[in-house]
């Protein structure tokens, strides 16, 4: 009888700790417990976030647009026989900018602006790609491969946005937040992604409900 090896990685992104959080909540290491390999698709801000999950699981990180640690761009991580592409998911301003727009004033509908599609030229035979950078969840597939935006740990509360609009110099940034105040906070999620017999599940899990 043939015995399947089953393999968990914890995915996380956009903590902000300490730019906008003042610690990673410490629903994480619950989630996290028990996993193989932890993820994180960046914006974590502080080495403190790193080291902290390092003590949960091995960790691979990726610089994240808010990021000033050394880290790389991106990176092709191999477990259980499944090669996952990890990218923060920030491209050209030019590329980001309609979707922007368009998600700023859209309730009901999100524009990725063609994401899946770059997202999948950027990395060569793999099998998975994790992501950030929009502070929302994602699963699908482009192209037979797996793309997961585990969502973000932070999401803007109604005070950080008010205090970002006194330093906010930038007009479209401005119109982005006030249009945030608008909208109910988000929840604060991270992703597992569970690999067995070279096949994988992704599951967002929502912080908030463990306890």
Known sequence: MRVMTTYKVGV??????????????????????????????????????????????????????HDKLDLPLQLVIEIGGVRIGAWHGRRPRWQEFPSLLFNTFSSRYHSWGGFQRQAVRRFRLVDVIVFGHFHRSYIGWQQD????????????TH????????????????????????????????????????????????LPTVL
């Open 12 to 65: 996380i992104a956009d903590t902000h700790v300490p730019e906008f959080l003042a610690e990673l909540p410490a629903s994480v290491a619950q989630v996290f417990a028990g996993v193989d390999l932890i993820v994180h698709t960046g914006d974590i801000t502080g080495l403190e976030v790193l080291e902290q999950l390092g003590k949960l699981a091995p960790v691979k990180a990726v610089k994240g647009d």
């Open 145 to 156: 491969v797996l793309l997961f935006n585990p969502g973000a740990v932070y999401h803007p």
């Open 159 to 206: 005070e950080n946005i008010q205090s970002r609009l006194v330093i906010t110099r930038y007009p479209w940034q401005r119109l982005y937040l006030r249009r945030a105040l608008l909208r109910p906070a988000g929840v604060p999620t991270v992703g597992i992604l569970t690999i067995e017999d070279g096949k994988v599940h992704a599951e967002v899990v929502p």
